[in-house]
């Protein structure tokens, strides 16, 4: 993280502070890295109080700077305004509901963290900090991240990490065991769990992860690959023509 400092000639970091594991142990690394340079975002987007009062018990447990940014406002406009101007496109340009709630759900859930995005670049920006993702291992392997949201970062400081390594290292880092013991939750609509959502548990992606898939069920090894399949071009850049 400092090295990333020195190289871009960033003064510091922006975090997104969300109540979760990841995202305070993120705001601790940075804080050891750039003493008195960290700034701590807490974005609430319609979501659950519990979220809140967790990144302020973080907050103060570290006594890390935060700004406080409500977003629901701003969400709600957006997405008034979009479902207003799909409405005027042909029947045949709108894509069939799908029958999955869950996907349903998805293109609205999407723009909380894009939103998120927007505001941590805008106060990275201004204070020429850089925006520290929080992004783990095993989420990055799947894809369980939005594209331009939360996937949006400078640096992914726990890029190599799966999720036990981070609570590891959160205890290792002094995090509250209320924060370590917490439901993993992406926060995306009310009483969401990452594990539910994603349909297997974060022990069982560590040992695909580690042992390969003859350390899963051939199911579940199929299901893993099958998200990271579909889930490549979230991790690459935007393909373009071959030069001539």
């Known amino acids: 993280m400092r090295r990333q400092l020195a190289s871009t000639g960033g003064r510091g970091f922006v975090v997104g502070l969300s109540g979760g594991i990841d995202s305070a142990v993120v705001a601790r690394l940075a804080q050891i890295a750039a003493p008195g340079n960290v700034v701590a975002a807490i974005l609430p987007c319609h979501s659950d109080p519990v979220d809140e009062r967790d990144a302020a018990m973080i907050a103060t447990h570290f006594a890390l700077s935060t700004v406080r940014i409500d977003l629901s406002d701003a969400y709600d406009l957006t997405i008034a305004a979009a479902q207003a101007a799909l409405q005027t496109l042909p029947d045949q340009a709108r894509a069939a509901k799908p029958a999955d709630p869950i996907r349903v ?90 594990e539910e959502e994603m349909g297997f548990t974060y022990g069982d992606l560590a040992r695909y992860l580690d042992e390969g898939p003859q350390g899963v069920s051939p199911a579940l090894a199929m299901k893993i690959e099958r998200l990271i399949r579909s889930s490549e071009h979230k991790r690459a850049l935007p393909p373009m023509p071959d030069p001539d």
């Open 105 to 194: 759900r998805i293109p609205l859930a999407n723009v909380k963290p894009r939103l998120r995005m927007t505001t941590l670049y805008f106060l990275a920006n201004q204070l020429q900090y850089l925006v520290a993702g929080t992004g783990n291992k095993s989420e990055l392997a799947i894809g369980y991240f939005t594209k331009h949201g939360d996937g949006g970062s400078d640096l992914l400081p726990l890029g190599q990490l799966v999720k036990s390594d981070v609570r590891a290292l959160a205890r290792e880092l002094s995090v509250p065991s209320a924060i370590i013991e917490r439901t993993p939750s992406a926060g995306l609509w009310m009483g969401q769990s990452d």
